[in-house]
């Protein structure tokens, strides 16, 4: 897949360092060694040397740093950062201390305090479980409150509703029923997810069943006017940005129906990035551009944290961790 092999080539040049958490995970371990090989990262890897040898004996670890919470003299420190963190919430310091052991949690703390450039976590733990360490002590990015995810999808070959080939999708994976303010932070991060990963300069388009006002469910769940303030708010916080709505989906990549539908739009009929009202939106429609459109979707790439954290799906291939890697490298540039 040439997008994915770009990716790989540019965090290779970069030379990021990027921590795995899961040492005790095969697939992990793998992943780490083959990473390491193709010179995409530098990797950390959360275990130690006998459990790695023992899930992975024929692995060769050169080049690895192995760390271990339980015996790391970084411990101690990494518990004080999240102590200073959490304190305000009712953590105490005996807590931290526990807390800071913990490979997530651990992971999380090497990232905030610089150690190491990106983390990727998820092999063997629940989304809830990987990204809270991150909610927690990593926070978001200046000027955004909410962390989402994306998918960027790659068209089996480039169609004339989506020239450019490939296309960003968000949020199918984390912000269960996202608010309007919420919205047009999903939308700030697609915009830049598209920019950085994707390579394309983004359209982004507010996905609604209305366009520009054409339908409302006022009696039900009020998603139009939701979506017309997620679009007003994405514009003030991005004036500069390519940013339209609220769309049906047709009215946001067919220029036929865009200017049809809303007349003088820059965004209508040329979209590339989707912002869908909610998870169930999202969710299903990415699937359906998977399974009926053949796109290839990677992802779900996390977005809006303050620096890159990844969430890898429990069934995850060792492809699928070395990719996530090479797309954590190229969002810490
Ligand atoms: C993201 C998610 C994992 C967070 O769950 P959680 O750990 O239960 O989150 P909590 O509500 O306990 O919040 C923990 C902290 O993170 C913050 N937080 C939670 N979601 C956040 C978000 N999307 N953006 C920014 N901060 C967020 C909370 O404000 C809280 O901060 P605080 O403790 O400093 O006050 C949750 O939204 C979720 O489960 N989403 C759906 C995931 C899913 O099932 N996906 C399907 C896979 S395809």
């Known amino acids: 897949m040439a997008l994915l092999d770009e990716i790989k080539a540019k965090a290779a040049a970069l030379k990021k360092t990027i921590v795995l958490c899961e040492g005790e995970d095969r697939r992990v371990v793998e992943a780490a060694a083959?990473?390491?090989?193709e010179g995409i990262a530098k990797i950390v890897l959360i275990g130690n040397e006998e459990e790695c040898k023992?899930?992975?004996?024929?692995?060769?670890?050169?080049?690895?740093?192995?760390i271990d919470p339980l015996t790391s003299?970084?411990?101690?420190?990494?518990?004080?950062?999240?102590?200073?963190?959490?304190?305000?919430?009712?953590?105490?310091?005996?807590?931290?201390?526990?807390?800071a052991k913990d490979r997530t949690m651990f992971g999380a703390l090497m990232l905030k305090a610089g150690d190491v450039d990106g983390y990727v976590s998820g092999a063997?733990?629940?989304?809830?479980?990987?990204?809270?360490?991150?909610?927690?002590?990593?926070?978001?990015?200046?000027?955004?409150?909410?962390?989402?995810?994306?998918?960027?999808?790659?068209a089996p070959e480039a169609h004339k509703y989506n020239p450019d080939g490939v296309a960003v999708f968000a949020d199918c994976a984390i912000n269960i029923e996202?608010?309007?303010?919420?919205?047009?932070?999903?939308?700030?991060?697609?915009?830049?997810?598209?920019?950085?990963?994707?390579g394309i300069e983004p359209r982004v388009a507010m996905l609604s069943f209305s366009t520009k006002g054409s339908g409302n469910d006022d009696k039900f769940f009020k998603s139009v006017p939701k979506m017309q303030e997620a679009t007003r708010l994405a514009k003030e916080m991005a004036p500069d940005l390519a940013l339209d709505g609220e769309f049906q989906f047709d009215a946001a990549v067919a220029p036929e129906?865009?200017?049809?539908?809303?007349?003088?739009?820059?965004?209508?009929?040329?979209?590339?990035?989707?912002?869908?009202?909610?998870?169930?939106?999202?969710?299903?429609?990415?699937?359906?551009?998977?399974r009926f459109g053949g796109y290839m979707?990677?992802?779900?790439?996390?977005?809006?944290?303050?620096?890159?954290?990844?969430?890898?799906?429990?069934?995850?291939?060792?492809?699928?961790?070395?990719?996530?890697?090479?797309?954590?490298?190229?969002?810490?540039?």
Do not use: W
């Open 124 to 154: 063997c733990h629940s989304t809830a479980n990987t990204l809270r360490p991150g909610l927690q002590v990593v926070k978001t990015a200046p000027g955004i409150k909410t962390v989402s995810s994306c998918f960027i999808m790659i």
């Open 297 to 333: 979707a990677i992802g779900p790439v996390c977005q809006g944290f303050a620096k890159p954290l990844n969430d890898l799906s429990r069934g995850c291939s060792v492809e699928d961790i070395v990719a996530t890697v090479a797309v954590t490298a190229l969002q810490a540039e």
């Open 257 to 290: 129906v865009g200017q049809l539908k809303a007349p003088g739009s820059a965004v209508a009929g040329h979209a590339n990035v989707f912002v869908f009202p909610n998870i169930n939106a999202g969710n299903i429609g990415y699937k359906i551009a998977q």
């Open 178 to 198: 996202p608010d309007a303010q919420q919205l047009a932070d999903i939308a700030i991060s697609s915009a830049k997810t598209a920019k950085t990963l994707a």
């Open 54 to 66: 023992k899930v992975a004996p024929d692995v060769d670890l050169a080049g690895i740093t192995l």
């Open 34 to 37: 083959r990473i390491t090989k």
């Open 73 to 99: 003299d970084k411990t101690a420190e990494y518990a004080n950062i999240l102590y200073e963190a959490r304190k305000a919430k009712g953590m105490t310091e005996e807590q931290a201390a526990q807390q």
